[in-house]
């Protein structure tokens, strides 16, 4: 069988179960809308869209409200434009109002923190506003594909700064906990980066938009393993396609106490 084109996402669902990765990749079986899936969506776009405001009316005196407001303005255009996913999920509106506002804190943190960084260059007196917001500018939502490895994925921002490179994803997770499956992904990333520029990035990390941005060195053992993974997953795929041959791996991700895997009705894997 042809390798697939895998992602850091598929071969994280390939390593947490098989049977799952199976029935999502393999029988392409639809998945089910959840509000965590649809806010993180809605708050990548703000993130992504934040950097193409017009900031050719800031200066020194407003540039902090200006910037505040547009957030707020974007978190609300965008929630708009997400309505009718938000309404697949069916939720009350009670707790629709909680996840807004939810998101406007993430947002807001996200906010205080480009301001800092803002401010610090700012305080140089060397540059413009216009100029400091073109130079905070990440490259955004940026495919990175492997023919070589068969893989591909899309890095929500890439800084480039002081000829360092630093990879940044954003998450809305729970925890801010930098745990091995977001390793891999970010070392996917780092193989990815390389082939395409012919340097390991300098940082690759995660912003958790509840907490803050945690950074840490990529290196060649981040690159070593994520070939050692990718390898793995294609060795598997491409020998069979049969369901049996894809293991279903019990755990409490299958059923917990707010939701269950979006295949456990069709799997019952407790029988
Ligand atoms: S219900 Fe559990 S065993 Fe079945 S596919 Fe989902 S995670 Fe795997």
Same mark, same amino acid.
């Given at each position: 069988m042809a390798k697939r084109v895998e992602s850091p996402s598929s071969i994280n669902t390939f390593k947490q179960c098989q049977r799952k990765y199976y029935f999502q990749y393999i029988e392409k079986l639809p998945t089910k809308k959840n509000i965590h899936l649809v806010r993180g969506n809605i708050v990548h776009s703000v993130l992504e869209d934040f950097?193409?405001?017009?900031?050719?009316?800031?200066?020194e005196d407003d540039y902090q409200i200006k910037f505040r407001a547009a957030i707020q303005q974007l978190l609300v255009h965008q929630w708009k434009k997400y309505q009718s996913n938000l309404s697949e999920v069916n939720m009350s509106e009670d707790k629709l109002k909680f996840y807004f506002e939810e998101s406007m804190m993430m947002c807001i943190n996200w906010y205080n923190y480009f301001i800092q960084e803002f401010k610090k260059l700012l305080s140089?007196?060397? #540059?413009t506003i216009q100029e400091i917001f073109h130079e905070l500018t990440p490259i955004r939502e940026e495919e990175y594909r492997s023919e070589q490895h068969s893989v591909r994925g899309f890095i929500d921002a890439i800084k480039l700064n002081k000829g360092e490179a630093h990879i940044i994803d954003y998450k809305t997770n729970a925890r801010s906990e930098i745990k091995e499956s977001i390793i891999l992904q970010l070392s996917i990333y780092s193989l990815l980066y390389q082939e395409k520029h012919g340097k390991i990035p300098e940082q690759v990390g995660i912003f958790f938009l509840r907490d803050k941005l945690k950074m840490l060195p990529s290196n060649e053992e981040m690159i070593k393993n994520a070939k050692f993974e990718i390898e793995a997953i294609h060795s598997h795929t491409t020998l069979t396609e049969e369901k049996?041959?894809? #293991?279903k791996n019990i755990t409490p991700l299958c059923k917990w106490r707010t939701g269950q895997c979006d295949f456990y009705d069709i799997c019952k894997p407790r029988g």
């Open positions: 950097y193409d405001i017009d900031v050719s009316k800031f200066d140089t007196k060397q #540059k049996g041959d894809y #293991k």
